[in-house]
């Protein structure tokens, strides 16, 4: 906790808005979606998704493949508190959206389904994209299937597997992912994985997403790799997230920008 006490006062003293930001790209997407006012229906659907999840008492046994929970102490948990603590926040969803709605990314892959509240978002944002998504614990993928259904979000293709093999077994080569977000095994050695085994698939209109760079000691190590490996031209860190991207006519920059 202290660490990222210590991180977040760090991200405010460098943090910028748009006034600090002199790329035409980053502007852009700061000014038209990191800040777009609009309240867009789909907001609503969002909305209604978390509420459902959150009046959810039922228990289901989560599978963690990942560096684990600060929160739960049982893999015996009711889903509204795993919709609550461990989802992402409807404000995150929302520049989800937005962010998917802006680029228009025609493939979305997310590491880390968990109740699909950013499965819904990377979906809605773009209901022509086909949106695949990876979850090791099969209970909880079970329920996302079962909320998408509910909320008719028909794009989304969910894949019970563990993370690191099926993209080592995936012809990974032969898909160009737009858009990948990253939230799955929060460490540094798992997070740096996935970004090697996924780099085949990057275009010039790329974005990678990865969720909770400031987790841990060990996450912002892995960040500062990205930032700094040879193909990664953009980086932007909003705290939350860190956004990459591998445009090839950018300047290699890194920005620290405020949501």
């Known amino acids: 906790m202290l660490q990222q006490i210590k991180s977040y006062l760090n991200f405010l003293w460098n943090s910028k808005n748009e006034h600090g930001v002199h790329s035409p790209f980053v502007f852009n997407l700061v000014t038209k979606c990191f800040y777009d006012k609009q309240q867009y229906p ?12 959150l009046e959810n008492k039922n228990t289901i046994e989560v599978t963690d ?120 095994n929060h460490s540094k050695q798992a997070t740096l994985n996935y970004f090697e085994l996924l780099l085949p698939t990057i275009t010039n209109e790329t974005v990678w997403i990865f969720d909770d760079i400031h987790w841990s000691k060990d996450m912002e190590e892995a960040w500062e790799i990205i930032q700094n490996h040879p193909k990664v031209t953009v980086t932007i860190d909003t705290f939350q997230w860190g956004l990459v991207f591998f445009r090839t006519e950018q300047e290699k920059e890194h920005f620290v920008i405020r949501t």
């Open 65 to 184: 493949f990942g560096a684990g929970s600060r929160v739960f102490k049982s893999n015996t948990r009711a889903i509204n508190q795993i919709a609550k603590t461990a989802g992402i926040t409807l404000k995150r969803a929302e520049l989800l959206f937005r962010i998917t709605k802006y680029f228009q990314p025609e493939n979305i892959l997310e590491i880390g389904t968990s109740l699909g509240l950013a499965t819904s978002a990377l979906a809605l944002g773009n209901p022509k994209a086909k949106v695949i998504t990876l979850e090791g614990c099969e209970n909880t993928l079970n329920q996302c299937q079962w909320q998408l259904q509910k909320f008719n979000i028909n794009n989304v293709e969910c894949v019970n597997t563990e993370f690191s093999s099926h993209l080592n077994n995936y012809q990974l080569s032969f898909i160009n992912y737009q858009l990948i977000y990253f939230d799955g």
């Open 42 to 53: 789909e907001y609503s659907i969002l909305k209604k998704y978390r509420k459902s999840l």
